[in-house]
């Protein structure tokens, strides 16, 4: 019953320091996503994968880097944090893009000081 | 326009209340809609879906407007636990994007 598992759930980072977050589901979903979600606000699209193999820029890309391993994992990578990136980040997948329901991950909160 | 705009809240009900919620939506291809609910500092899970022109679960129903571009979530009989915040997102109709609204906060008072 894992479903989406994000690791780490929690992340404190210094400004300029790298990380991955990564995310695996195991529902066998075409489609996976990264969001982030600050305080009061809505989520707000990273990057999605459509398919295997393939990824695209959603609302807020900047910043960030993803790569679809495979199937399975979805892994989004801070090159140089920034303050501003300090979020709740969510993985999500879906069977189909925009078809069925999305199923999330628990979140990662990350803070960069 | 936003692809993507919901009420923005908050909404504070006593309980026993009906709410209802609207969210308008841009992409006129979309043939699908979710309804999620998200406590606070939780993932977002799935509430309702919606594929034709509405749906009900109980003391939730889901209405769609295809002509005005809207969909909207009503609450009947409205509980403490009820207390939450409701996104509401559009499958893309072909775009490869999951777009979330704000959302709108409810929050239900003894």
């Known amino acids: 019953n894992a479903g989406v598992t994000q690791t780490p759930k929690f992340q404190v980072l210094k400004t300029g320091q790298s990380m991955t977050l990564q995310c695996a589901q195991d529902?066998?979903?075409?489609?996976m996503y990264w969001y982030r979600q600050d305080p009061g606000m809505g989520l707000r699209l990273i990057y999605y994968?459509?398919?295997?193999?393939?990824?695209d820029k959603g609302e807020v890309p900047n910043g960030y880097n993803v790569s679809r391993l495979n199937k399975r994992e979805f892994s989004l990578r801070l090159e140089s944090a920034a303050p501003s990136q300090t979020s709740v980040y969510f993985c999500a997948s879906s069977g189909a893009v925009g078809v069925t329901e999305a199923f999330f991950g628990q979140g990662t909160r990350l803070t960069v000081v | 326009r936003k692809e993507v705009e919901q009420d923005p809240g908050p909404f504070n009900v006593p309980e026993g209340a009906t709410v209802a919620f609207n969210c308008t939506y841009s992409?006129?291809?979309?043939?699908?809609f979710f309804w999620y609910r998200q406590d606070c500092r939780k993932e977002p899970k799935l509430l309702m879906s919606v594929y034709s022109s509405g749906n009900e679960d109980g003391r939730f129903t889901a209405q769609l407007n295809r002509a005005s571009q809207y969909i909207s979530l009503l609450i009947r009989d409205s509980k403490l636990s009820d207390s939450a915040t409701y996104l509401c997102v559009p499958g893309t109709g072909g775009y490869n994007k999951l777009i979330f609204g704000a959302g709108t906060r409810l929050a239900v008072h003894p």
């Open positions: 994968s459509a398919s295997e193999g393939t990824t």
């Open positions: 992409n006129s291809a979309s043939q699908s």
């Open positions: 529902m066998n979903h075409n489609s």
